[in-house]
C-alpha cells in the first residue's frame, strides 16, 4: 500500500511541473543610455565622467599626466545595448568623441558627445 502512495505523490509531481511556453521571447530593453564612463590611470585609480542624460553628453576632467591621444575609456551602459566605438577601444580625446548607443530592441538610438577636458 505504501508504495502505491508513493506512486501516487511522484506521478502527481512530474505531472503538475510547468513546461515553459514555447515561442515566448522575453521583451527586449527600450533603453540606449551610458550608465557610466570611466577610465583608469592604474588600477587602483579610475576618473569618472559627469553623464547629462538630458543632453546627451559627457565631461570627464582628467590630471594633466594622462594623455588625451591614447585613452581607452570603459563604457557602461544598459543592459543589452549595444555602443559603438565599444567599450575599451583606444580614442584621441583631443577633440569630442561621439558615442552611438543603440538599444536592445533596436529602436531606440542616443549619441553622446564626450569631452575630455584636463
Do not use: W
Not at 89 to 107: A, C, I, R
Amino acid at each position: 500500500m505504501k508504495r502505491y502512495i508513493y506512486l501516487f505523490f511522484m506521478l502527481m509531481c512530474i505531472v503538475s511541473c510547468e513546461k515553459p511556453e514555447e515561442g515566448v521571447m522575453p521583451e527586449k530593453s527600450v533603453n540606449a543610455n551610458i550608465v557610466r564612463f570611466r577610465i583608469y590611470q592604474n588600477q587602483n585609480l579610475f576618473f569618472d565622467g559627469t553623464i547629462d542624460a538630458e543632453e546627451n553628453t559627457v565631461v570627464l576632467t582628467i590630471p594633466d599626466g594622462i594623455d588625451k591621444h591614447t585613452i581607452r575609456p570603459e563604457v557602461l551602459i544598459s543592459e543589452g545595448a549595444i555602443v559603438t566605438p565599444k567599450s575599451g577601444e583606444l580614442q584621441d580625446f583631443t577633440n569630442p568623441v561621439e558615442y552611438k548607443v543603440v538599444s536592445e530592441n533596436g529602436e531606440n538610438t542616443k549619441t553622446y558627445k564626450v569631452t575630455v577636458n584636463y
